[in-house]
């Protein structure tokens, strides 16, 4: 076993476990059973969402998977009920942690893209929907790229309708001292944007929605080759839905809005390891 190579699939175990072990303390509390430690259930969370499979389905696999057990430490197979527990239990902050951290391996240029995107709450058919006329509602979720590396710097997810100019100035914010450049597309023209982002020392780089020639003026003189790499997040937002799904399998909102952030930071693993 020793000459075989190491898999895609047992580098990405190893560096998610490196990562989870640096931000995340072992034990919930010192009343832990310590059958397992809070990094493995981080590692085995991530692998489920990379697989897109079940928890009963992840377990049934890892029967099979000697060597990622070996990884992990893992002395005994964790119940599927153990895994939808651990997955409860782990805040929103630990994962908004670990997209963070994921970055760290990553040659980052600050020149990013903002872009919102759907994902089904329902987990059906889009045919059988259509011929049903069912209207199944989406979690708006927008996305903060790095056009360089096309890694995730930031996640907004909301049931709501909110407008894009209301969004975006939460995730400037959060990510000001990451971006030196921000692209988007005319649903961000908000002079408060512009302002806000300037404030950070933010270049904003966002097509004005032309109502005169003024606007099409200041759209003519953009730059269109540091603007264009906006598309990126597109990209980003295509690839996330056909490796790990446009849907989420959650049926509460909360832990919808985890699931999208774990899909990010497996999105960013991979992008480092592969």
Known sequence: MDDVPKSNLLRFVERTLELAQQVIARYSSKYSKRRYTRPQHVVLLCLKVKKTTTYRDLVDELIEMPRIRDALNLDSIPAPSTLCKAFDRLEMAVWRVLLRVSLVGLPLDGVTGIDASGFERAHASAHYTKRTNLTIQQLKTTLLVDTAT?????????????????????????????????????????????????????????????????????????????????????????????????????????????ELVIKCVVHNIEREIF
């Open 150 to 258: 096309n890694a995730v710097l930031d996640i907004h997810v909301t049931t709501t309708r909110k407008h894009d100019t209301q969004i975006a100035p939460q995730v400037v914010k959060r990510n000001a001292e990451s971006i030196t450049v921000l692209t988007g597309d005319k649903g961000y023209d908000d002079q408060k944007l512009r302002h806000l982002a300037r404030d950070h020392d933010v270049r904003p780089l966002i097509k004005h929605r032309e109502f005169s020639s003024l606007h099409k003026a200041w759209n003519a003189r953009l730059d269109t080759d540091l603007y264009h790499q906006r598309n990126m997040n597109e990209t980003v937002n295509a690839a996330i839905k056909q490796k790990f799904g446009a849907f989420v399998r959650s049926r509460v909102w909360w832990k919808q809005f985890r």
